[in-house]
């Protein structure tokens, strides 16, 4: 049987990057969320370019970085690869519901505004805009992944900290980092952002973490995130029952 391969880059496998490495992968992150979030392009059809400089820019940092070892990043995609991806985005789901529901009994929540926007767009529009998530969502991994892979490197090499607990930290950092990038989307919902955006996050970090392969878990988060875009949307496009 064929032994499932580890975490890439943190203890040297396939390639060392060290601490100037790191620095350089996360500030690509840095400048690609502020690629995507601030290039004022939101009319169709150029709306896809600040998504594929997202996930373009932290790719090209790590070919640099790792040379032709950025592949280990990523695996191949068979159907066990598929069917976790269905799995855990269902936990994601399911996670995210639950912390929702029981936060809801002591704060309101703010609406994602690109799900309040899709209520009144075309059939095409709608298309269109979940085109565009694919590579938005892609870059969103590479938000969460490469800094559990730093941290995870930092603890294991640097502090000399056991794996499990590195993988620990790793994935309670990376899930926070992820859940505070949210906070403008929310309106600086603290509690929104990082324990509902968080704790979802921490579930997709767990598919990579299973896998060992980045295309898993954005497999799962764009599952995850669509069925909640396609619910909004048919809820908005539902027809009005009237009584005659």
């Known amino acids: ?44 059809p150029v709306n896809i370019m600040p998504a594929l400089l997202f996930v373009a820019i932290p790719l090209i940092a790590l ?24 799995v855990f985005a269902l936990l ?24 309040e926007s899709m209520r009144a767009m075309s059939g095409a529009q709608f298309v269109w ?16 992944i490469l800094p559990f892979l730093a941290v995870l490197w930092f603890c294991v090499t640097r502090l000399g900290m056991p794996r ?8 309670l950092l ?11 989307t929310y309106g600086w ?11 979802a996050r921490m579930v997709l970090t767990l598919a990579y973490i299973a896998s060992r392969n980045l295309w898993v878990s954005a497999g799962a988060h764009i599952l995850n995130d669509w069925v909640g875009f396609i619910l909004t949307y048919e809820l908005g496009h539902a027809p009005i029952a009237t009584v005659e």
């Open 129 to 144: 805009i979940l085109a565009v998530t694919i590579p938005q969502l892609v870059g969103e991994e590479l938000l969460a």
């Open 189 to 199: 919902n603290w509690t929104q952002s990082l324990i509902v955006i968080g704790g």
């Open 1 to 44: 049987m064929e032994s499932r391969p580890d975490f890439p880059y943190y203890d040297g496998r396939p390639v060392a990057v060290e601490a100037k490495g790191w620095l350089f992968l996360l500030g690509s992150v840095a400048v690609a969320f502020v690629a995507l979030t601030m290039i004022p392009l939101r009319a169709f």
């Open 174 to 184: 990376a899930s926070l980092l992820f859940g505070a990038a949210h906070l403008p």
């Open 164 to 171: 499990r607990i590195g993988i620990a930290i790793a994935l």
């Open 63 to 86: 070919r640099l970085v790792t040379g032709g070892n950025w592949a280990a990043l990523f695996g191949k995609v068979g159907l066990r690869e598929v069917a976790l991806m269905v």
């Open 92 to 115: 994601t789901i399911i996670v995210s519901f639950a912390v929702a529901l029981g936060l809801s009994q002591v704060m309101a929540f703010t609406e994602n505004p690109v799900s």
